[in-house]
């Protein structure tokens, strides 16, 4: 997978003090007990994107400000590095603090020919990468696009929100569907335009629901015109039962089922992002519907890279031993260590992956430090 992540340096960043150079495969299950920071390595995606979107301020503010993000505080903690690799190309960075909360973004650089090229440092929070990229002019802004490219071909996907007023339970603009946004708010224009141009990926994304909600005979994905001059179109995601014409509506979907739509639509995609993630996925979902989310996840990890953040049992139970990176609080840090299949064969013979959690055998249990 040409774009994939595969190597990874967080330094001062939330619970992780020192990261380095942490590989990742395929598929990579983060495990681990409540505050041990499993949210915390997927929130670094989150911020990287901010950057680069050039909102790396706003993400620090909503974040509780730059001395809720460094590790242990500014007294502890002077800046946050960042390494990326991915193929033969990488990136870097580093976030300083200033006074009053501020931060400046230094020790930008690419790797490619074998060599790190800087970017130079400025007096703001903004990427010269993006600027580069943005401009189309600098020394090299072909290779500044690449890497730009590749990041933002890593997609997190958070599907919490299933409130009554969620967007994915709302209309929206019907020309909205080139990629699945990460909250889903498109997810009705998205599937109108899978079944449309991707008639047999449509099709698997509708038979993985039916499995789940044997009802369900198919999204209806009708469009309305809004507008003083009827010139929007939006969607909704309506559907229709198999043993009722009436049309039903997104509020008829419960929490969990719509948020498996979302998932399998995320995963059943033709066009996968080069690495997917997502937080906690069995959130709200029957023990079938984790069953079956974990076939889809494996499946997908065949076609690109996953990252997924977990403590359920039950989801943990759908995977190899080796694809599990475990989570520990040790010494007020968050410690990440990916497990060997030849440590736990005599386990293995008698007891599930998940049972291994539970028993603590797989140790990412409550730490009392």
Known sequence: MQDALDKLTIRGFKSIRELKNFEL??????????????????SFFKMLHKLMDDNLAD?????????????????????????MRFGVRGYKFTINPTAEE????????RYYSGRWWGLGDYNDCLSQLVKEVKSGVGNDSRNSKFVYDTIMSWKVYHFHDTSPNAPMRKWENIEDDEMLRPDASNIAPFLLHLRKEYKTEYQNILNACQIIMPYL??????ERI?????????????WRTKTSDFPMQPYHLSDGSIRFICLATALLQPNLPSTLIIDEPELGLHPEAIRILGELINSAAKRTQIIIATQLPLLIDQFNIDDIVVVNRKDDQSIFERLNKEDFDKWLEDYS???????????GGVCHE
Not at 25 to 42: D, E, Q, R, T
Not at 102 to 109: H, P, R, S
């Open 25 to 42: 495969k395929n598929l990579n299950v983060i495990v681990g007990a409540n505050g041990a920071g499993k949210s915390n390595l997927l």
């Open 59 to 83: 993400y620090v503010r909503k974040n509780g400000g730059i001395s809720n993000i460094l590790y242990n505080g500014i007294k502890i903690t002077e800046k946050m590095t960042f390494e």
């Open 102 to 109: 501020g931060i400046v973004l230094t020790d930008e650089a």
């Open 217 to 222: 005979k198919d999204f209806l994905l009708k």
């Open 353 to 363: 992956v998940g049972e291994l959690w539970v028993k603590n055998v797989i140790q």
């Open 226 to 238: 809004f507008g003083e001059a009827n010139e929007i179109r939006r969607v909704n995601l309506s």
